[in-house]
């Protein structure tokens, strides 16, 4: 990079104002990667010939070979306009969707966003999430409809149809805004009349009727939608180069036709025409058939052109246009067989897209100084926390965020949103520098001095019979110097091996941006982790003081000195000493401190920013090990690299001991692998087929059996089965009554415990999965109050915790969920999953789980029953792996109906009865922490039962002893026999799967959907295309290669975007076995046609190494061979 245009961006790195950090956002193949290739080239760091072939912020292989953006690459560029230079930092994202983590980390460091959507296929589906992104970011949109040379060359429109065709997209890119913008209006309103709706019910006013449009016509929204004459939307082709506001058009017909530029700008776009005679701009063009202005003076002329240059080749033509319109094209170029060569070569002169782009970025999206207070509060509010509910003086900060200030004394903030890898080479210090003319002088003379005394050796060695004495101590001196030699050789050697072992070494970067004060080279900072709480902080720590003072440590914060600061150009980094706020830059020597994002502050007042919003949840899992044993190490350390360097992908080791990595989608999955192998561990490595998530759940008994007959209308038939052997003989200690509960005790006698299963509704069990949150806070709390602590909610979180429990009490209607709620006892796997456990034992009371809620009331205290906690323990190892798999369950409630423990035992078993006074710690009660609580109620215990000691027969039971064990698997046995008792069913992940494609490939689509089990939702037509959206679910693990083997199917006509969406019952029984007459004449005695949920089911357990139930070999008979049927 020349040094001039450094010392120009450095420069304009301290004009706030004149900054604009944009990232360019669109769906896969949209066109993001080559309009970023025009705005670089605008600069001249590549060829303008180049733009759109040499995909310049594509650096990796990878990205290069697949055609497709896999990270996020930011680039520094130089603007002059109307007398003004900006420095615009440019962000370029990927589209696809298993790199969506990617466009959060990009949109987060900006305040501006390019939306590119393509001419053709309109709004996408991740055209929708990148505006949401946005949104949710607070951060303003402009819009690029990009492509358009396709609706002349593929779709062949004529000039009027291409406008109704912009229109409707024009159109579909503001209705997905409208949606957003009406739904936060809205939310806004409803708290608003929740908050009216409690003062009146305190000042006992009668019932209001609210109006809920009366938000939506009170609120501004003028600054929302895209239209060409608010100049906040470029029509282009970035791989032709050109493209043009209305602006642009406005100020040419302005001087050719004497219309004001203002006039021209309000008409050009719309339902307006020129009427010739009147010489008068007129409404009404639609209704009285004539052309549109926007048709008539901008579009046809760019029709004519690839009319005469692409469709005729018509020299004469072209040589007129390009005349009158002043441009100068070389011969070549006119010469040249590609005719898309010399129509770049003149729309690029005519309409250059970098210009229109930049000129609309610069004008219409706001610079760092500019950041509303909304979008700091919002940065600066984590989790439930309001904005007004931080300390003093990180409120103050707010200020500091408005200011952008870049004084000596403003306080430094920085948001660093991902860390990626960069290799040695490139680094700046690494680079070989340019030598200077006395350098090279300097190095000439060392040659030639080397040359000569090459030379005069090589004579020597000729010439050895000389015989003065010369000659006689010329071996010695020889030989010295081959020592000499030798010994430099070998120092060389071990020089260039730790030079190597250096290059190999991965040096990580933090993608980061400075929204207060500025960051130098060498200063100490503090670095805030997302856990980081600044009220707690400010008590521990002496007021007024600075990183650079010795402190006391703090949970979640870690100081650190600022090694290096780079600018972002591309495939390059450069060196600064310092960066302002306002800019995106990059940090080095970071890795030790962040994990994947941070916030870097020198004030221990700053808050952790809110965390990044990820779209794509990781989902596709695989087990990956080194080829040859010895190199775990390295892998080990590879994959820690992998889980640093990429923001989405999660690393971790499972109870088998493998090493596991989880990823958003096959694309992302291989890239991932493909780094290990080659960047990180750079080892051989396996990798196993890809690991399926399933869920276990038990149903309401069926209507219809599986030839849909009523159940128990039919008669049975002699079942050979004899249904499954009675599913058997249960073992001793258990009975099972016929309405599913299951009665259990313990080895020793001295407790019995009776559970009944009960599937949950589906509404509840999707509310469970989105408070996970919520109920981490409130077991939380619960266990702060068992050890006589008290946890401080704020008022936000308990009113979230308040509707939690009204929602789940509205879905959990009916006579057998009558204060089901109230009963709750805990919720589980790892006490905040989608399963319930309920406290149904008569005559026992116990501390509810929503006493966080209930702290105002003074209520008596609920006794807690000793081995209260073994039975949430065993209930949560029940939940964790279920009965038919070892998967996790799923909407599934556990009731316990009958809890007793007995006083005597006899003396046989008294050794399985701890005598010891004191206290042990189970190993596998993860509620170890409660020990106090137990001891602090034991003394107010009232009845034998709720004794913490029951004496017997002269020893006495702990609540810690071995026997808290044996009720924990009593209780784990007992939910997983009351689960067998019920109808058992798995539950598939599911994607919801996108495709767009042609009319004739309609077919072959749904033949691979069908083929791979997915369910076709909807399907419809693209207005003024041909082209057709299907939805569709597909489970997971049937998902893979499938985005293959479509594109080899339609012959890369369609591709399909799959995004995680839900869990769904698989219909299928898995021990289904033929009972009836019906059923065995439709699927034959051995009722072998294939059973989807067994199949998945056998296919875990194998897997898991679980015992599964197969025959080998099914009719063993003489072989066949192919030649002859003998």
Not at 53 to 60: A, C, E, G, V
Request: charge should be negative; hydrophobic fraction near 40%; glycine fraction near 6%.
């Amino acid at each position: 990079m020349g040094h001039t245009i450094l010392e120009k961006i450095i420069a304009l790195q301290k004009k706030t104002s004149n900054i604009r950090n944009l990232c360019i956002l669109a769906h896969v193949d949209h066109g993001k990667t080559t309009l970023a290739d025009c705005l670089v080239a605008s600069n001249g760091i590549i060829s303008s010939r180049l733009a759109g072939k040499l995909r310049y912020l594509d650096s990796r292989e990878d990205e290069q070979i697949r055609g497709i953006t896999m990270k996020s690459s930011a680039i520094s560029l130089h603007y002059t306009a109307g007398g003004n230079e900006y420095l615009i930092n440019l962000i370029d994202s990927p589209g696809h969707v298993d790199f969506s983590s990617e466009v959060s980390t990009a949109v987060r460091l900006c305040d501006g966003a390019i939306v590119v959507v393509d001419a053709v296929e309109g709004v996408c589906p991740q055209t929708q999430v990148v505006l949401r992104q946005a949104w949710l970011e607070n951060i303003r949109p402009v819009l690029v409809i990009n492509k358009i040379d396709r609706l002349i060359v593929e779709l062949k429109l004529t000039s009027q149809e291409a406008y109704t065709h912009l229109q409707k997209i024009l159109e579909q890119v503001n209705a997905v805004t409208g949606s957003l913008f009406t739904s936060k209006v809205l939310e806004e309103r409803a708290e608003k009349d929740a908050e009216a709706q409690s003062s009146c019910t305190e000042s006992g006013s009668g019932d209001q009727v609210y109006d809920w449009s009366a938000g939506l016509e009170e609120t501004d929204d003028s600054d929302l939608y895209f239209s060409p004459d608010r100049g906040n939307v470029v029509f282009a082709s970035a791989i032709d180069g050109w493209g043009f506001s209305i602006h642009q058009f406005a100020e040419m017909y302005s001087q050719k036709m004497g219309i004001r530029s203002s006039v021209l700008l309000k008409t050009l776009w719309g339902d307006f025409y020129l009427n010739a005679k009147a010489k008068k701009i007129m409404k009404g063009a639609q209704s009285k058939g004539k052309k549109p202005l926007f048709v008539q003076l901008v579009l046809d002329n760019i029709w004519s052109m690839y009319d005469a240059v692409v469709t005729r080749r018509d020299k004469e033509k072209v040589e007129k246009m390009v005349t009158s319109l002043g441009l100068k094209v070389m011969s070549r170029d006119l010469r040249h067989s590609d005719p898309k060569v010399l129509l770049s070569a003149i729309c690029s002169q005519w309409l250059p897209v970098s210009q229109a782009v930049l000129s609309m970025v610069c004008e219409k999206l706001p610079s760092p100084a500019e950041i509303s207070a909304e979008r700091v509060e919002k940065l600066m509010s984590v989790g439930a926390r309001r904005f007004d509910s931080l300390p003093e003086q990180t409120q103050e900060l707010k200020k500091a965020f408005l200011d952008c200030s870049a004084d000596e004394t403003a306080p430094v903030i920085v948001f660093v949103s991902k860390m990626f890898a960069v290799d040695s080479k490139a680094l700046p210090q690494n680079k070989q520098r340019p030598l200077t003319q006395e350098e090279i002088a300097q190095r000439r003379e060392q040659a030639r001095q080397r040359h000569a005394e090459r030379q005069a050796a090589s004579q020597s060695a000729e010439n050895p019979g000389s015989a003065d004495t010369g000659g006689v101590s010329t071996p010695a001196a020889l030989a010295s110097g081959d020592v000499s030699d030798a010994l430099c050789a070998q120092t060389e050697a071990l020089s260039v091996k730790t030079a190597v072992e250096e290059n190999d070494k991965e040096h990580f970067v933090a993608f980061a941006r400075v929204y207060s004060g500025v960051i130098r080279k060498g200063q100490k900072v503090f670095v805030l982790g997302p856990k980081y709480n600044p009220s707690l902080a400010l008590r521990a720590l002496p007021e007024g003081c600075s990183a650079a003072d010795v402190l006391p440590s703090v949970p979640h914060m870690a100081l650190c000195t600022v090694d290096r600061l780079y600018l972002l150009m591309g495939r390059e980094l450069e060196e600064l000493e310092e960066v302002p706020s306002g800019n995106v830059l990059g940090i080095g020597g970071m890795e030790e401190f962040i994990l994947k994002s941070a916030t870097v502050s020198t004030s221990p007042a700053c808050p952790p920013f809110t965390p990044l919003n990820f779209e794509a949840t990781p989902i596709v899992r695989v087990a990956v090990e080194p080829k040859h044993p010895s190199e775990m190490p390295k892998l080990v350390r590879g994959m820690r690299l992998l889980n640093q360097a990429d923001p989405c992908a999660e690393v971790l080791i499972q109870e088998t001991g493998e090493h596991v990595l989880v990823t958003a989608g096959e694309v992302h999955l291989q890239r991932c692998l493909d780094d290990l192998r080659e960047r990180f561990a750079k080892i051989e490595i396996s990798a196993s087929k890809p690991i399926i998530p399933f869920r276990e759940t038990v149903i309401r008994p069926p209507k219809v059996d599986m030839v849909n007959e009523d159940m128990g209308k039919q008669q049975k038939v002699a079942v050979i089965h004899q249904v499954k052997e009675e599913q058997t003989k249960y073992p001793e200690g258990i009975q099972v009554d016929s309405t599913g509960l299951v009665t259990l005790t313990t080895p020793n006698k001295m407790a019995t415990v009776g559970v009944r299963a009960i599937p949950l509704p589906e509404e509840v069990t999707r509310l469970l999965e989105d408070n996970v949150e919520l109920i981490r806070t409130m077991e939380q709390f619960s266990l702060f109050a068992w050890e006589d602590k008290t946890l401080d909610i704020n008022q936000k979180i308990l009113e979230n915790i308040q509707d939690f429990k009204v929602k789940l009490e509205s879905n959990l209607q009916g006579r057998k969920w009558r204060g089901a709620v109230e009963h709750i006892w805990a919720f589980g796997p790892r006490r905040c999953g989608p399963n319930i456990l309920l406290n149904n034992v008569e005559g026992y009371r116990r501390p509810s789980v929503w006493q966080c809620l209930e702290r105002e009331k003074e209520t008596e205290k609920a006794e807690i029953r000793d081995f209260d906690n073994s039975i949430a323990s065993g209930f949560q190892l029940a939940t964790l792996s279920g009965p038919m798999c070892e998967e996790p369950l799923m909407g599934v409630c556990f009731s316990v109906e009958t809890w007793d423990m007995k006083l005597s035992v006899p003396l046989a078993q008294k050794d399985s009865i701890d005598d010891d006074s004191q206290a042990a710690e189970p190993n596998n009660d993860d509620h170890s922490e409660r020990s106090d609580a137990h001891k602090m109620n034991a003394s107010s215990a009232s009845s034998n039962q709720s004794r913490s000691r029951v004496e017997v027969a002269g020893g006495s039971v702990d609540c810690y002893g071995p026997f808290s064990g044996q009720l924990i698997a009593a209780m784990k046995e007992a939910c997983r026999y009351a689960f067998q008792a019920k109808p058992q069913r798995l539950m598939a992940a599911m994607y919801t799967c996108e495709i767009m494609a042609t009319a004739e490939v309609l077919g072959r689509v749904y033949a691979v959907l069908s083929k791979r089990e997915g369910r076709v939702l909807q399907e419809e037509m693209k207005e003024g295309t041909d082209m057709f959206i299907i939805k569709a679910v597909l489970p997971v693990a049937e998902s893979f290669g499938f985005a293959d083997e479509i594109r080899k199917r339609t012959s890369g006509l369609a591709s399909p975007q799959l995004v995680f969406s839900h869990w769904e019952v698989i219909s299928s029984d898995p021990f289904w076995v033929p009972t009836t007459e019906e059923e065995y004449l439709h699927f034959g005695e051995k009722a072998d046609s294939s059973n989807q949920a067994l199949k998945y089911m056998n296919a875990v357990r194998r897997r898991k190494g679980l015992y599964v139930e197969e025959k080998i070999v099914e009719h063993a008979e003489k072989q066949r061979t192919l030649s002859k049927n003998k």
